[in-house]
């Protein structure tokens, strides 16, 4: 298919030049280059040595007329001129100087210098020189003109220029610390009143330079310490600077220093550096303590949330900061420095300034400046010079200037030239040769022996009566259309809710890789007509296309590398459908209780579809064919989310669709069940099974406890095992276990899964566990009872590895009371005390009553029933059955002999009250083991 594009070649009348004005640089460490070829080459025959500020100028013809670093001007002969040296510039200043030719003067130009710091020649002064003076090499006859304002000091390192809108005028601009200061040079001298415009950002830098697009519409100002670039539009019938929008750098290069338009005015290119500032100039001139990153910015974007979104870092690398600047020839040009003195000796250069991101063709080392250094600086020129023809699409209105434009063999191409006021003379020239004079040139049936560069230049007497060339270029590639198949017949069974309607929905994109045999390279649209072709509206869902059989659909194929593309048509076919039944599969419940003790059903089964898939494949073993599953009838047609592998899945009826491998068309459709067949899900316990086994004294016998595995469904069938061993004979669903141990049983439910006469006989099982422990009733005896008595702090000891198997806790002289785990008891008040000893499982408990003696230090026989009496706390004749227990009083003389079981002695003797006193005692008790404890001491009597 044949297509035809209109372009349009839009002239203005800002430009007065050939451009061969900047076709000589001198920069840097007494640098240069040479544009007269075409290509840039080395010239080292310069004087100047800057580290920044540069400034030359030359001829229409491209020849040397003078250059200068805002303090010195040397002439073509490299020779300061007369009265041309000590200017108010600063080689130190970003931009020190920029050269305007006067108007409707052929001798005259003006040098504007730009200072720098305080101290240093700051602010903005304009000389005067006379190239007809000193045999044609120049003088300045005039100057300097302070165009200051008294703010020298605050003045910027900046300065631009441009084209006025009116004829034979120009505009210089620079930068005060919040105000744009616009100086319109006509044909009676530099105005210096200047158009002054204050915008809304006060700068605290004076570093970073000032550019305007070549049309004159944009500028551009870098902040550099102030980590601020900022885009503005520019009037150049006005010279007012409006419209502020802030650039944003990514961190750590956020310091903007060099800045450029292409020539189209459409991208912004930015040079910004993360520099190390100090006093120590070694740290200034270390590379490591420098990176710098070239950025892109798309300014031809309507808002600057878009412009900044369109940011694209084309290069990062240690490098200090450095200008860029447009040739001639249409390239950027970018000064390599890595460190505030240390120069390099390349220029980089972006080839394509034109193109979106990589694509604009950054070379790093690409201009070889011989023995001399580039260091951070490069000339300014008037933008004007630099401006561009702008070819744009009259379809798209897209600009192709300097673009490489992509056609196609067969097709017809036509481009053409805006009608020009005065007499134009177009020159169309392909491989240096005019191929035609007229405002059009037509390509027909172009093929690839057309591709290469087409340049136009034509010569116009603008309404100035300027004799201006105006030039522009574009690169041809031809490529070959893709070849699209002819024959593209889409089969589709309808199986929709109505499957016998013939109406159904097609996934049209399944057919791409028929369509493109696998190319990724081409993409496919579809149509439902023509004229849907003609008005570019595709099908909005090729997904989801709903129809009947459609005899004729149509597809646009286009190759992305070229845009290129072939259309041709496509039959749909809808099948009524009766689905075909295939045999169910049946799993078993996935168990979830895996490393639990119980089994737990998922609800889930685990299904081998591919296995399935064999299966079904066989049927069909005399055709190749693909068989997909999918979870319903809308995925089966559309293609969408086939099930593959082994999944998971519950209860659910699944789609088949079999299709022919070689187109994909679909041959039958199917559908069966997948059955979850639930597992058995035996009683659990969550604890442990306690087995009580009497005591240790018991004679011996077998113990049990019942363990309840069962499910209450008739049929199924148990096993228990011990141990992970089967129990002979123990296949009830309750099993009675009789030592200790690990105890699990595992439950089997058939199942008979008949559908459509596929009989599929299967078993499910489950499980659950029980660890049953043994445990007996505590056995306890006074001689594992260590009693500590007599004492500030009366203890009882029970030997716990006497008791039983069991686990135990104790408790004194409380059956009901607060148990603990420790067979340890403090503080015991002497007399007569019960240990109790439980097993916790719940198997029994012992007891034990203890003595805990005592020998009380005083009594008081008032009868006030408190130590009315003195006795022995804890001795009786059952613990004690033999014992003498004496009182003497101090002398010696026995008073009374004491029985254990008695209620003590009252303080009398033979019916008399003896007085208060220490009397003394002696104590023999003898226990049923033979054990004696003998005791002496005295207490007292006290009478109240």
Same mark, same amino acid.
């Given at each position: 298919?044949?297509?035809?594009?209109? +372009?349009?070649?839009?002239?203005?009348?800002?430009?007065?030049? &050939?451009?061969?004005?900047?076709?000589?640089?001198?920069?840097?460490?007494?640098?240069?280059?040479?544009?007269?070829?075409?290509?840039?080459?080395?010239? &080292?025959?310069g004087q100047l040595n800057t580290l920044e500020g540069c400034s030359s100028f030359s001829d229409a013809n491209g020849n040397l007329l003078f250059y200068s670093d805002g303090t010195t001007v040397w002439n073509a002969n490299h020779v300061s001129m007369p009265n041309g040296v000590f200017l108010r510039g600063d080689s130190s200043s970003t931009q020190s100087a920029m050269i305007i030719p006067k108007p409707n003067s052929t001798t005259e130009y003006y040098i504007f210098t730009v200072g720098s710091l305080p101290g240093r020649n700051p602010g903005f002064n304009y000389y005067t020189i006379d190239m007809s003076k000193d045999?044609?090499?120049?003088?300045?006859?005039?100057?300097p003109i302070d165009l200051n304002e008294g703010r020298a000091d605050e003045w910027s390192e900046k300065v631009a220029a441009i084209n006025g809108e009116e004829c034979e005028t120009f505009w210089v601009i620079s930068y005060v610390s919040n105000e744009f200061k616009s100086y319109k040079i006509t044909k009676n001298g530099v105005a210096t009143n200047p158009v002054s415009s204050i915008v809304n950002y006060t700068a605290q830098d004076r570093r970073g330079y000032l550019k305007i697009s070549p049309d004159g519409k944009k500028i551009a100002i870098a902040h550099?310490?102030?980590?601020?670039?900022?885009?503005?539009?520019?009037?150049?019938?006005?010279?007012?600077?409006?419209?502020?929008?802030? @650039?944003?750098?990514q961190a750590p290069s956020n310091k903007p220093y060099g800045v450029e338009f292409s020539g189209n005015g459409e991208k912004l290119y930015v040079h910004a550096t993360n520099d190390f500032y100090s006093d120590d100039f070694i740290e200034w001139n270390n590379p490591s303590n420098h990176f710098s990153t070239l950025y892109q910015f798309d300014v031809s974007l309507p808002t600057i949330q878009e412009i900044n979104n369109s940011?694209?870092?084309?290069?990062?690398?240690?490098?200090?900061? =450095?200008?860029?600047?447009?040739?001639?020839?249409q390239k950027i040009y970018r000064a390599l420095s890595a460190?505030?003195?240390?120069?390099?000796?390349?220029?980089?250069?972006?080839?394509?300034?034109?193109?979106?991101?990589?694509?604009?063709?950054?070379?790093?080392?690409?201009?070889?400046?011989?023995?001399?250094?580039?260091?951070?600086? @490069?000339?300014?020129?008037?933008?004007?010079?630099?401006? /561009?023809?702008?070819?744009?699409? $009259?379809?798209?209105?897209? %600009?192709?200037?300097?673009?490489?434009?992509?056609?196609?063999?067969?097709?017809?191409?036509?481009? #053409?030239?805006?009608?020009?006021?005065?007499?134009?003379v177009f020159n169309w020239k392909y491989k240096d040769s005019i191929i035609s004079n007229q405002p059009s040139i037509t390509f027909s049936n172009i093929q690839k022996s057309e591709a290469g560069l087409y340049k136009l230049e034509v010569d116009l007497v603008d309404d100035c009566d300027k004799i201006? /060339?105006?030039?522009?270029?574009?690169?041809?590639?031809?490529?070959? *259309?893709?070849?699209?198949?002819?024959?593209?017949?889409?089969?589709?069974?309808?199986?929709?809710?109505? &499957?016998?309607?013939?109406?159904?929905?097609?996934? /049209?994109?399944?057919?791409?890789?028929?369509?493109?045999?696998?190319?990724?390279? @081409?993409?496919?649209?579809?149509?439902?007509?023509?004229?849907?072709?003609?008005? #570019?509206? *595709?099908?909005?869902?090729?997904?989801?296309? %709903?129809?009947?059989?459609?005899?004729?659909?149509?597809?646009?194929?286009?190759?992305?590398?070229?845009?290129?593309?072939?259309?041709?048509?496509?039959?749909? !076919?809808?099948?009524?459908?009766?689905?075909?039944?295939y045999n169910n599969i049946y799993v078993c419940e996935n168990d979830l209780g895996f490393d639990t003790e119980t089994s737990s059903g998922s609800g889930n089964g685990t299904f081998d579809f591919e296995a399935k898939r064999a299966s079904i494949d066989d049927i069909f073993f005399n055709y190749d064919i693909i068989v997909e599953f999918y979870e319903n009838s809308q995925d089966a047609q559309l293609q969408t989310n086939k099930i593959v592998g082994i999944q998971d899945y519950s209860d659910m009826?699944?789609?088949?669709? %079999?299709?022919?491998?070689?187109?994909?068309?679909?041959?039958?459709?199917?559908?069966?069940?997948?059955?979850?067949?639930?597992?058995?899900? *035996?009683?659990?316990?969550?604890?442990?099974?306690? /087995?009580?086994?009497?005591?240790?004294?018991?004679?011996?016998? $077998?113990?049990?406890?019942?363990?309840?595995?069962?499910?209450?469904?008739?049929?199924?069938?148990?096993?228990?095992?011990?141990?992970?061993?089967?129990?002979?004979?123990?296949?009830?669903?309750?099993?009675?276990?009789?030592?200790? =141990?690990?105890?699990?049983?595992?439950?089997?439910?058939?199942?008979?899964?008949?559908?459509?006469t596929f009989i599929d006989n299967s078993s499910c099982n489950g499980f659950s566990k029980f660890?049953?422990?043994?445990?007996?009733?505590?056995?306890?005896?006074?001689?594992?009872?260590?009693?500590?008595?007599?004492?500030?702090? #009366?203890?009882?000891?029970?030997?716990?590895?006497? @008791?039983?198997?069991? !686990?135990?806790?104790?408790?004194?002289?409380?059956?009901?009371?607060?148990?603990?785990?420790?067979?340890?008891?403090?503080? +015991?008040?002497?007399?007569?005390?019960?240990?109790? +000893?439980?097993?916790?499982?719940?198997?029994?408990?012992d007891q034990l009553e203890v003595s805990i003696l005592g020998f009380p230090k005083f009594f008081t026989p008032n009868n006030d029933g408190t130590n009315d009496t003195w006795r022995i706390p804890g001795a009786n004749t059952d613990f004690y059955p033999t014992s003498n227990i004496y009182i003497f009083d101090r002398f010696g003389k026995l008073i009374t002999i004491i029985n254990p079981n008695s209620e003590g002695w009252d303080g009398t003797f033979n019916g008399k009250l003896l007085p208060s006193s220490d009397y003394w005692f002696s104590v023999e008790l003898i226990d049923k083991q033979g054990n004696t404890r003998l005791k002496k001491g005295h207490f007292s009597l006290i009478r109240r």
């Open positions: 298919m044949k297509k035809t594009v209109s +372009v349009i070649f839009f002239l203005t009348s800002i430009i007065a030049f &050939s451009q061969g004005e900047a076709n000589i640089w001198y920069f840097g460490q007494n640098a240069g280059i040479d544009f007269k070829s075409g290509n840039p080459i080395a010239i &080292s025959d045999s044609g090499l120049g003088d300045v006859v005039a100057g550099m310490a102030d980590q601020q670039m900022i885009l503005y539009d520019f009037d150049n019938s006005t010279g007012i600077v409006s419209n502020q929008q802030f @650039l944003n750098l940011r694209f870092e084309i290069d990062s690398q240690n490098l200090y900061r =450095g200008a860029l600047q447009l040739g001639p020839d460190s505030y003195n240390n120069g390099g000796s390349y220029l980089g250069v972006i080839e394509n300034p034109e193109n979106d991101g990589l694509s604009c063709n950054y070379k790093h080392n690409a201009v070889n400046l011989g023995t001399k250094k580039s260091t951070q600086g @490069l000339p300014p020129f008037i933008a004007s010079i630099f401006y /561009l023809i702008e070819i744009t699409n $009259e379809a798209s209105n897209e %600009i192709i200037t300097n673009q490489s434009i992509k056609l196609c063999t067969g097709s017809d191409y036509t481009f #053409n030239a805006q009608s020009l006021s005065g007499d134009p201006i /060339l105006y030039k522009g270029e574009f690169e041809v590639e031809v490529f070959d *259309p893709p070849v699209a198949p002819t024959t593209i017949i889409y089969d589709q069974c309808d199986i929709d809710e109505n &499957s016998l309607d013939g109406v159904t929905v097609f996934n /049209l994109n399944s057919k791409i890789p028929e369509i493109t045999n696998n190319d990724s390279n @081409l993409e496919v649209t579809f149509f439902e007509s023509e004229e849907a072709i003609e008005n #570019n509206k *595709p099908i909005e869902n090729p997904t989801e296309y %709903i129809t009947a059989s459609n005899p004729q659909l149509f597809f646009k194929m286009i190759d992305t590398r070229s845009d290129c593309f072939a259309i041709e048509s496509m039959e749909l !076919n809808a099948y009524p459908t009766s689905l075909d039944i009826e699944i789609y088949v669709r %079999i299709s022919n491998k070689d187109n994909n068309n679909c041959i039958s459709a199917g559908k069966f069940n997948l059955v979850v067949n639930e597992i058995p899900l *035996p009683n659990s316990v969550n604890e442990n099974v306690i /087995l009580c086994i009497g005591n240790k004294e018991d004679a011996p016998q $077998e113990y049990t406890v019942e363990l309840d595995g069962n499910t209450y469904v008739q049929g199924d069938q148990f096993q228990w095992y011990f141990n992970n061993t089967p129990i002979a004979n123990a296949t009830n669903p309750i099993h009675f276990a009789n030592k200790e =141990g690990q105890y699990q049983v595992i439950v089997t439910r058939n199942f008979e899964n008949d559908l459509n660890k049953v422990v043994a445990s007996n009733i505590p056995v306890i005896y006074s001689e594992n009872v260590l009693i500590k008595d007599d004492s500030d702090n #009366n203890t009882i000891l029970i030997n716990p590895y006497e @008791l039983g198997i069991g !686990n135990y806790e104790y408790s004194l002289d409380d059956y009901y009371g607060t148990y603990q785990d420790e067979p340890y008891f403090e503080n +015991v008040s002497a007399g007569f005390h019960t240990v109790f +000893v439980f097993d916790k499982n719940g198997c029994g408990f």
